[in-house]
């Protein structure tokens, strides 16, 4: 329930008589009620005061001399000295960075210090202050003025405002260097009390940004600094507009928990459904879903993404990349929303810039959205811009098109090409990065072209080994891995991996990542003993055995595979290789006579020589790149794994099989298993 802003102020004038009327500059509290237009009654209602004029008061600034009207107005504060948090989107909108007229917010009057002063005087004053304001440069600056400065709570809430935008636009390095002189400037503290005093008496927007500012400097969470103010937003909660309640949104996003952030979050939420047809502009909308997370209710999710809905023609190109941020902090796949956003995207990719372009193919990461003709369109715009952006910023990007399953072959091309050409630019992190993507997309530079691929995979094996000193156990494990997976082995790197206090720190019970280096080591091994049994290092590594894996035979696929065989004896189901590779169908195949054939009782095959084992892999969309039916990753070294061991390997992509009719499922997988 909305509380009337009469009644606010007729809450916040009770605290300041309960304070004392030294605080707020009267001789007793009935003056300070007929001020501002209350007027005294004899006891009704339990109340000693009753409102002269309700309506009136809403346009009546709680001030403590009439002539206070000429102090500038919010929107007049905002034109002098600009609050821009850019940290934010949310910060980016007109509607949240700079105030508008006809707020609710409530002006308390000048402290003590300008009682004495002239309408003219403060005014003066306060554009001076605002001048000097924008002309600092650090938060110190801002301390040194602030000290010399008026203590109204207007000029307090202003220069904490000021010193978070100045320190924001430094470098990681001068930033903590000037956040240290900060904590240490003598003044810090005063602003800090004054803050605290001051909470009460400060606007709704001042309140948020001076929270919002404190917090993004680094002030700690849980002083009583940061909970006043977080218990004093719980308190006027129904009081904030819509630009208060983005900011204070967007402020909560990241805070570490505590019961006034729980409590602060869960009323938002709460005052969030109560307001829901008020929210008017797209940025506010878009702080706000980002601040109730992925814990709340799947309802109000529904409502905001319908919400969002409506006002998609009102998106420009930076709200159209901040809805896929959004969608991925609420952990809500909203499919409506990203195929909007993504066409509109794809008109404007160019003009995209680089972060904003991670962003967002982070956020379809995280939110497993794959959108070919979206990714496509970014892999086009980044293989345009390969002679511009650095290799960091190019391997960032592939990383993530790779995790998504984007195979886009120039690009791809054009990075080898790039990598053989100024292999000097790539430091240990980025061979790592090249040497994830290429293995993870099971692809070789210019593979019409035979002595392509060894060029570049030997550029990428010299510049591993020369990093080699420098990696950690885990990076040493990972680029083996990588290599192991495009079939090459560095002796060098082997050597160095199954060292036992490496195997011994890799395997450790306690390591977060035991599962699955065990794993690595094991496709590492058995990668070397298929492909390299010459290495002697093998016989003294101590490696866990691989656990036999639990995974489902694809039941349409097995109906298929009886309908051709006629005789379930003819193959075997689910068997699995050296306890890593799983096969869902295994067949021994008459090549002469093409047709399936029982295996012996002693399974020697070996010696047949007109006997040809095939294996049936069935895969689903995820084991593929992209759009394509191109294997990846492991399902592409399992590939590799059963050709080394003589098997003819007849892959099935289950996404595909699908689609097929009755008829043409016989024919794919006749032609798979026979070769016909």
């Known amino acids: 329930m909305n509380i009337h802003p009469s009644g606010s102020r007729l809450i916040r004038i009770l605290r300041l008589c309960a304070r004392g009327s030294t605080a707020t500059g009267y001789r007793n509290c ?91 005087e403060m005014r003066t004053s306060w554009e001076q202050f605002c001048n000097e304001l924008r002309q600092c440069t650090s938060p110190s600056d801002v301390l040194d003025l602030y000290g010399h400065s008026e203590m109204a ?23 903590r260097y000037e956040q240290k002189l900060m904590f240490e400037h003598p003044l810090f503290e005063k602003i800090c009390q004054k803050a605290l005093k001051e909470a009460q008496l400060m606007s709704c927007n001042d309140l948020v940004y001076s929270l919002f500012a404190l917090v993004k400097m680094g002030v700690n969470q849980q002083s009583r600094l940061i909970q006043t103010l977080l218990r004093v937003s719980q308190e006027r909660l129904n009081e904030f507009d819509e630009r208060a309640l983005s900011v204070l949104s967007s402020c909560l996003t990241n805070m570490e928990e505590s019961k006034n952030v729980i409590s602060l979050r869960a009323g938002l939420r709460l005052l969030i459904e109560l307001r829901f047809s008020q929210i008017k502009t797209v940025v506010a909308l878009q702080t706000i879903m980002r601040c109730i997370g992925k814990e709340s209710s799947m309802p109000l999710k529904k409502k905001l993404e319908d919400k969002a809905l409506s006002l998609l023609n009102r998106f420009t190109l930076p709200n159209l990349q901040y809805m896929f941020i959004t969608l991925a902090v609420m952990g809500y796949r909203s499919y409506p929303l990203l195929d909007s956003c993504s066409s509109r995207i794809i008109e404007n990719i160019h003009g995209i810039p680089f972060w904003r372009l991670v962003h967002i193919l982070q956020s379809c990461k995280d939110l497993k959205y794959r959108n070919p003709a979206l990714l496509t369109a970014a892999g086009n715009h980044v293989a345009s811009m390969l002679s511009v952006w650095e290799v960091k910023q190019l391997t960032l990007l592939l990383v993530l098109f790779a995790e998504l399953g984007l195979r886009h072959m120039e690009l791809l091309d054009g990075f080898a090409e790039m990598v053989m050409t100024r292999s000097e630019s790539l430091n240990s992190k980025d061979v790592l990065s090249t040497l994830r993507v290429f293995s993870l997309l099971n692809h ?27 990696y950690s156990s885990l990076e040493l494990l990972r680029g083996v891995y990588y290599l192991c997976s495009m079939g090459h082995y560095l002796p060098a790197a082997l050597n160095q991996l199954f060292q036992d206090d490496i195997l011994n720190d890799l395997q450790c019970p306690d390591h977060p990542n035991r599962v699955s280096n065990e794993r690595m080591l094991q496709y590492i091994r ?50 699995v290789l050296r306890n890593i590779h799983f096969i869902d169908f295994e067949i021994a195949l008459d090549q002469e006579r093409k047709i399936a054939v029982p295996f012996p009782q002693d399974d020697e095959l ?6 040809q084992r095939v294996a049936v892999i069935c895969a689903p969309a995820s084991a593929f790149c992209l759009g394509s039916v191109h294997p990846k990753d492991r399902l592409a070294l399992k590939v590799r794994h059963l050709k080394t061991l003589g098997y003819q390997v007849a892959l099935v992509a289950e996404h595909e099989f699908e689609r097929l009719s009755e008829d043409e499922r016989v024919v794919f997988l006749k032609n798979a298993i026979f070769g016909e």
């Open 606 to 611: 070996a010696h047949v020589t007109n006997i």
């Open 444 to 470: 070789r530079p210019g593979e019409e072209r035979v002595e392509q691929p060894s060029r570049f995979l030997q550029t990428l094996v010299d510049l591993f080994q020369s990093h080699l000193s420098r």
């Open 526 to 575: 058995l990668g070397v003993e298929l492909d390299n049994p010459s290495f002697a290092v093998l016989e003294s590594v101590t490696i866990a055995d691989p656990l036999l894996p639990s995974v489902a035979v694809n039941s349409a696929v097995k109906e298929m595979v009886e309908a051709i065989l006629g005789d379930s004896s003819l193959y075997r189901c689910g068997s």
């Open 153 to 175: 709570w207007k000029y307090t809430s202003n220069a904490l405002t000021t010193m978070w935008e100045t320190i924001k636009r430094m470098s990681d390095d001068q930033r």
């Open 30 to 120: 009935r003056t300070l009620f007929q001020k501002h237009g209350f007027e005294t009654l004899r006891k009704q209602n339990g109340l000693s005061c009753h409102l002269r004029n309700c309506m009136g008061l809403t346009l009546i600034r709680f001030q403590y001399s009439e002539r206070i009207h000429q102090i500038p107005s919010e929107a007049e504060d905002v034109n002098n000295c600009d609050r821009d948090t850019k940290d934010s989107s949310v910060l980016s909108d007109p509607s949240i960075g700079s105030s508008v007229k006809g707020t609710s917010s409530q002006y308390s009057g000048p402290t003590s210090e300008w009682k004495n002063t002239s309408p003219t």
